[in-house]
């Protein structure tokens, strides 16, 4: 099949910056974070997500746009321990288009 016959899937892309030290300071807030996104990945939200290893300088995570808006994305990421918290200092929600590769369990 052509490439340009591919049907992209989007997804909304949240984009987390961290703090410096951000493995040493998120130890009070990583239950009730992971909590969070668990909720949004039970709800069919949330398709996967995960820090940046070496350096551990951020995080992206991939909500489904067909079962969520960018608002709720948005209201997701204010209500974050890490963002209330001031570990996340920078954050942003863009569309993300895949257009290879899949996500598999």
Known sequence: RA???????KYWAL??????????KRGPYRQEHLEGLQR???L????LGGAFNDPCDGAVVLF???RCTKA????????DPYVVNGL?????????MAV???IKP
């Not at 069919?44 to 398709?47: E, F, R, S, T, V």
């Open 64 to 66: 489904d746009s067909g």
């Open 15 to 24: 984009r987390y910056r961290y703090v410096d030290g951000m493995l040493d």
């Open 40 to 42: 949004m990945t039970e």
């Open 44 to 47: 069919g939200k949330c398709a």
């Open 88 to 96: 996340v200092p920078e954050w942003s929600v863009s569309e993300y």
């Open 100 to 102: 290879v590769g899949t």
């Open 72 to 79: 709720e994305v948005e209201a997701f990421a204010q209500s």
């Open 3 to 9: 490439l340009s016959t591919v049907s992209p899937i």
